[in-house]
């Protein structure tokens, strides 16, 4: 058997400052962690669950159960009147809109949260919740800090050594944009991949793979040109594994910033 001595007086002193420190170090973490939900591009798990029952509660009476009950908005496909970015969805929760018809709701910090978590992950309770910035900062941020207009066209404009995004807020959801922004490795799409060809005549092509049948592939070369070529004429035909880009070195407001832009980018021309 174990015994455990009380602690003596001197004990009780020495131990004193050191329940302080766990204590502080406590506050520290749930303030962190806190912080880091709120100024990070992704929300919580929690966060999504307890939208949920929020949404249910307060939300779905008039919305519906799947968001889409209201002319013009399908809140789980992030369809909205005038709202965008994540602040917009807060004031109009808060503030209420349209008259009155859509009342303003007294939500604390945590079950707004979760609303916009709940949206966010597209009604789904285990799905991903991203968090949406300004779509006019996004654009500056596509165009300059974060180099992205130097490889990727948006409507006529840009070069074509990189995937069009003239329509790619139709195509890609706000998670799969993310994890490209993160993680573009395991988001890129196989028709994508960065590919390298020597022919017969010992030309070296390298460029990215726009199609691809039994006897012949397309490609986009380095110089903007589309090529197609016949298999039977290559000495080697390589396919690279891993994307052309690097993940972002942008922080996480601005990801969500470019997130949001890029989900404006729908091929009807950009407004911003």
Partial sequence: MIYFEPPTQ???????PCKLLLATLIMLIATNNRAQELGDH???????????????????????????????????RGKFRSASSDDDLRDVI???????????????????????AFIRAGFDPDGIAVRIGDPGQGKIIFEGKGECSNCHRVNGIGPRVAPDLSDIGMTRTAANLQLNLLDPAAAILPINRPIRIVTLNEETIVGRRLNEDTY?????????RLRSLVKAQLVSYEISDQPSKVATTLNSDEVAHVIAYLLTLTGRGNKL
């Fill in 42 to 76: 992704q929300y919580t798990s929690e966060s999504v669950q307890l939208g949920l029952g929020i949404y249910n509660r307060e939300c779905a009476l008039c919305h519906g159960p799947q968001g889409d009950l209201v002319d013009n908005i399908d809140l789980r």
């Fill in 94 to 116: 808060l503030e209420g809109r349209a008259q009155g018809r859509m009342p303003a709701f007294n939500l604390s910090d945590e079950e707004l949260s979760g609303v916009i």
């Fill in 10 to 16: 001197t004990k009780r002193a020495i131990l004193r």
């Fill in 216 to 224: 012949t592939v397309q490609v986009m070369d380095s110089n903007e």
